[in-house]
């Protein structure tokens, strides 16, 4: 079975997204064990809770990023509100899931830290969904590029230009608007397998 270039590609960013997400959940239960000065036998348990959590719910936001955000565009209000709500719902699930599985269900109200986990979760979502945003409009590499600094010192670059013909593309700029059309071409060529 071969696989395409933009199935690697997006195979390599979930490897990237659920290991990411495995080290800030270590990190946050560390954290977490250390403010509370969790008992050595504890300890390893809430690090493998926490290494869990954070490649499980990874995998949860990346099927919903999938499923439901990349489907279309959405208002800005909706995501700052509705999105991290619901990814936020998925994480609670996700984690009180996990937890109840290393832990059990009866320690989850005293134990689990319910409060610090979700202030964590809106404020990751959030960050997060807006890091997105900002990366759909300006381009992966663009956004990339400003948080490394590699317009600190700009250089000459040799680039060429691509002419495209949609069909209809005139009128569906004309109907949509510039900002729109931009996003529809950003998702066409994010949605479009490139040829191998």
Do not use: W
């Given at each position: ?11 390599k ?10 080290v800030l ?5 560390f ?13 390893f ?12 719910i990874?995998?949860g ?11 279309g ?21 996700m984690y009180?899931?996990?937890y109840?599985?290393?832990?059990g ?8 830290y ?9 404020v ?10 900002l ?11 400003l948080f490394?600094g ?12 691509m ?6 593309s ?7 608007g510039d900002?729109r059309?931009?996003?529809f071409?950003?998702?066409?060529f ?7």
């Open positions: 079975m071969d696989i395409t270039n933009f199935t690697a590609t997006k195979v960013e979930l490897i990237a997204v659920a290991v990411t997400s495995m959940g270590l990190v946050f239960t954290v977490m064990c250390i403010s509370n000065e969790a008992d050595l036998d504890e300890y348990s809430y690090m493998l809770l926490g290494g869990l959590s954070g490649f499980f990874s995998l936001i990346v099927l919903f990023d999938t499923l439901y955000i990349k489907a565009p959405h208002a800005l209000i909706k995501s700052f509100t509705l999105i991290p709500a619901l990814q936020t719902l998925i994480i609670v699930g009180s899931g996990i109840s599985m290393v832990f269900i009866e320690t989850f109200k005293d134990h689990a319910p409060i610090p986990t979700l202030i964590f979760s809106l990751m979502t959030s960050g997060l969904n807006f890091l997105s945003d990366e759909r409009l300006l381009g992966k590499n663009v956004l990339r590029g490394f590699k317009y600190k010192r700009p250089r000459e670059e040799n680039r060429f230009v002419f495209l013909d949609i069909s209809g005139t009128s569906i700029a004309e109907r949509i900002v059309f931009h996003a071409l950003n998702d066409f994010a949605i479009s397998p490139g040829r191998s």
